[in-house]
């Protein structure tokens, strides 16, 4: 999507201010000065981030230091105090799409990312923007991004801020004034076969900055994580995390010459074979080693036509790699033989933990597959692993060598199958918190099944962006709605036959004990997809949710302090600084990511305030948040004239469900329901799906996959919707 903002790199405050308040309605607290820098802005350092535990009030990465654990060494707000936690500020994104980053704050300064890769820099103690940075994305990425045009998060290091971008560039920005300093390309390739995209925050590793790419939920993406010179941008190392096509010659790396043979010879090479570093990113300087978490393969069912399938190294891996030469140092394959998209992307957490043998430096990994590992960070030797959620995916692990055990109730090859977890993932990228104190971990986790099936023998064919895996949660499965799409598929009660666990959508924040794999207390969240966690020297653990409230529990016990009213959805993880002995609570608030193809529940804030996005901060003493104004959906204006091929509609159906659910869903959602359009949009449809005409607006053009025929039908199955949303409400009194 084109930004909103347009595609001025940088703007003098007063013009900026001038330019965007209209359109953000920007609400700081009352102007105050800011702490001071005692150094130049954004002046991160190796010194500084190996001594972060002596500036409890920074923030100086996404995860809060180096060991990425969001965790908090402030200790004014306890469990005596936080109900006085009020309003401090906020700020307005000028965005309704998805927001995932967790802010850094610097010497008094905040920088937050949003979408496409846009960077703010606002005074932490007043919200007074102090620039903006526009990586003039083109709007075509944004159809390319599996779940919205998302961002995690930014890394500052000595005056700079570095931000990866949707479109693959990675951008040096000076922390100063916001202009950019440099600007490189980390992508292999450029072309709508290979579509890549980048959204996780890049990491810094000594004299190097670290980043991956995203794609592997569509073809011919090939997974792999890269270096560049932190001063200069210059390019140092690709590390590839998936072989390339064996007829091109022998392997481009040495350590996939191992890999190759974990493939099915007969797989699809042209597929790119996925396995991308879309989010977990980890330095340890002591051992100079960068630690990535792999996605799915591709495509997602190895199985298909009749194959084998193999482990697929190192898909759905945690690996270690010398941060020198970009060399294999370890792995440890979490999921070998994924087929249900279980990522190991999901963030990592140093800690140092005794399992009985001594300390140990560890790292930790809340896997979308339903387990917590705990893994030797010298040597990838797995200390534990526990699962955290229900899994029927596997019948455990073997105790000697960690290798999940298959369940052939997993099997959808032949037929549909209810499994734990689903696509989802019992953890998602919302990051956990690990208190060292309470030596507790805090999960977001989601318990939500899928059926699952081989869409290869059904009408819909290829869904994009499920790489021919449809998996439908137990809500919406309804056999005979998706005749039309998928054929005849068995009830519900017959799949959820011998499973003790519910067939339904639940969420939970855990409190988990690593070591011993115990829960320590639960409290259900909101929808399942919800924050990401903070927790606090002070004892408290913070969690926001779709409902659009800042819930505070206690971290030892897990019970409800207070619950605060944003107004706004939260999937992001919120943070915590000081300001001159001040301590603040702040996250970024916005609807979107994984579920953008479903709409709004109904009892969220997106859904009943709409999808501002925002920075809300909050303070000891502040009052109520503001809430954006409630929304309401005009009644269905009259549709165009039905049209009368029913084929054509039919035909319409399956396009609009392979093509465009992803993103527009009927209902409010992140994008606009297209059973409402206007008839101005209706008389542009052509051109706005074949030509760009919306370009402008963030919708892309699609006519290297659509032909005109199929654009009308899909537009009749529009009309046809519509109609049916119209007659409907006409019917009732």
């Known amino acids: 999507m084109q930004s909103i903002f347009g595609t001025a790199r940088w703007l003098p405050l007063g013009v900026l201010a001038i330019a965007l308040v209209g359109a953000c309605g920007r609400h700081p607290a009352p102007a105050a000065p800011s702490q001071p820098p005692r150094t130049a802005p954004g002046s991160v350092t190796a010194e500084r981030l190996v001594h972060a535990a002596r500036e409890p009030g920074e923030w100086l990465t996404p995860g809060g230091g180096p060991a990425g654990a969001y965790h908090s060494g402030l200790r004014e707000l306890n469990a005596t105090n936080v109900s006085r936690l009020g309003f401090a500020w906020e700020y307005a994104l000028g965005t309704r799409r998805g927001l995932e980053a967790t802010p850094v704050v610097v010497d008094g300064v905040m920088y937050a990312s949003g979408n496409f890769g846009r960077v703010y820099a606002v005074d932490a103690a007043t ?7 526009d990586p003039e994305v083109d709007g075509q990425w944004g159809r390319y991004a599996c779940c919205d045009a998302v961002n995690r998060g930014v890394a500052v290091w000595q005056g700079r801020v570095y931000v990866g971008a949707l479109d693959g560039y990675l951008h040096a920005i000076d922390a100063a004034t916001g202009r950019r300093i440099w600007k490189v390309d980390t992508l292999p390739e450029r072309s709508p076969q290979h579509p890549y995209t980048l959204s996780a925050a890049p990491v ?4 190097r900055i670290i980043v991956g790419s995203a794609g592997a939920d569509f073809a011919g993406v090939r997974g792999y994580v890269a270096a560049y010179d932190v001063a200069s941008g210059a390019f140092r190392w690709r590390f590839y995390t998936v072989p390339r096509d064996p007829r091109a010659g022998p392997q481009d790396q040495p350590h996939l010459e191992k890999a190759l043979a974990s493939w099915d010879p007969r797989h699809r090479w042209e597929a790119g074979s996925g396995a991308t570093v879309w989010d977990g990113i980890s330095y340890d300087p002591d051992l100079q080693l960068v630690y990535i978490g792999t996605g799915n393969g591709a495509p997602y069912n190895i199985k298909e036509g009749g194959r084998k399938g193999g482990d697929d190294l190192y898909a759905a891996a945690i690996v270690a790699i010398h941060a020198g030469s970009g060399e294999l140092a370890w792995y440890y394959q979490t999921t070998p033989g994924d087929r249900w998209d279980y990522d190991s992307t999901q963030k990592m957490i140093f800690a140092e933990l005794d399992l009985g043998h001594g300390p140990r430096n560890v790292l930790m990994q809340a896997a979308k597959n339903g387990f917590y590992y705990v893994l030797d960070r010298a040597t990838g030797e797995v200390l534990a692993a526990h699962n955290y959620a ?3 995916w596997t019948l455990g692990l073997d105790p000697g060598t960690h290798r999940p055990r298959p369940n052939p109730r997993a099997e959808y090859a032949t037929q549909p199958r209810l499994i734990f977890p689903g696509m989802p993932g019992a953890h998602n990228w919302q990051p956990m918190s690990y208190d060292p104190g309470a030596k507790l971990a805090f999960i977001p986790t989601i318990e939500e099944p899928m059926i699952y099936l081989d869409s290869g023998r059904r009408p819909a064919g290829l869904i994009e962006g499920t790489f021919t895996v449809p998996g439908f949660p137990p ?4 056999p005979a709605a998706m005749a039309s799409l998928f054929g005849s598929l068995p009830p519900l009660e017959s799949l959820k036959a011998g499973i003790p666990a519910p067939a339904a959508t639940r969420g939970f924040l855990r409190a988990l004990d690593p070591v011993t794999g115990k829960i320590a207390w639960q409290q259900p969240s909101a929808t399942g997809w919800d924050g990401g966690v903070l927790s606090t020297a002070g004892g408290l653990v913070f969690q926001g949710d779709a409902l659009g409230q800042l819930n505070v529990y206690a971290a030892d016990s897990g019970r409800l302090l207070m619950r605060i009213e944003l107004g706004s959805s939260v999937m992001a993880a919120p943070m915590s600084y000081s300001i001159r002995g001040e301590q603040y609570v702040a996250l970024l608030a916005g609807y979107g990511g994984g579920p953008m193809g479903l709409p709004f529940p109904a009892q969220s804030a997106a859904y009943r305030y709409g999808n501002a996005g925002r920075i809300i901060a909050l303070k000891l003493g502040g009052g109520a948040v503001p809430k954006p104004a409630p929304i309401a959906d005009l009644p269905f204006a009259e549709p165009p004239p039905r049209p009368t091929a029913v084929s054509r509609v039919a035909h319409g159906e399956v396009l609009y469900n392979r093509y465009c659910s992803r993103c527009h869903v ?18 542009l449809f052509n051109a706005i799906v074949l030509d760009g005409a919306y370009a402008a607006k963030g919708m892309a053009r699609w006519d290297d996959v659509l032909t005109g025929d199929e654009t009308e039908a899909i537009h009749a199955y529009l009309i046809e919707q519509a109609w049916q949303a119209y007659e409907a409400e006409r019917a009732v009194p």
């Open 475 to 478: 809500e919406v499965y309804d």
């Open 666 to 683: 009927f209902g409010r959602g992140v994008l606009p329901d297209l059973r409402r359009m206007t008839a101005a949009t209706h008389g």
């Open 127 to 133: 919200g007074q923007e102090r620039w903006v940075y």
């Open 204 to 207: 810094i590793a000594g004299d």
């Open 390 to 392: 229900y899994v029927n």
